[in-house]
């Protein structure tokens, strides 16, 4: 059984940075693409960033471009979302999600399996 497991998660003042990991364990992180979601208190759980499992090129939300990059340490099994001059509005908790087919989607059903989430909370 796969499992997904994050950390990283904290608080931080807006501007600062944060960097989540995603460690997989039970499967090959080279078979799945790996998706980023974010869920705020009593709004949807929305994609933010996503990586492909095979050439490795990556999509985005419109909200993250140009602050938040992902990747990906097959050899450790552990993809990264570095998050940079983070707001408030990036407060919420981040989930990683795995994708059997090596793709990447933007929506949340697409995905095969979930961890449990880690909590982010931008605030001065």
């Known amino acids: 059984q796969v499992q997904l497991a994050e950390s990283g998660g904290g608080l931080v003042h807006p501007g600062g940075s944060l960097r989540l990991s995603c460690v997989v364990s039970g499967g090959n992180l080279d078979e799945y693409g790996i998706g980023w979601f974010r869920q705020a208190p009593g709004k949807q759980r929305e994609f933010v960033i996503g990586i492909r499992a095979t050439d490795t090129s990556t999509t985005s939300a419109d909200s993250v471009k140009g602050r938040f990059t992902i990747s990906r340490d097959n050899a450790k099994n552990t993809v990264y979302l570095q998050m940079n001059r983070l707001k408030p509005e990036d407060t919420a908790v981040y989930y990683c999600?795995?994708?059997?087919?090596?793709?990447?989607?933007?929506?949340?059903?697409?995905?095969?399996?979930w961890g449990q989430g880690t909590q982010v909370t931008v605030s001065s």
């Open positions: 999600a795995a994708l059997r087919n090596f793709a990447v989607s933007t929506t949340a059903n697409a995905y095969n399996y």
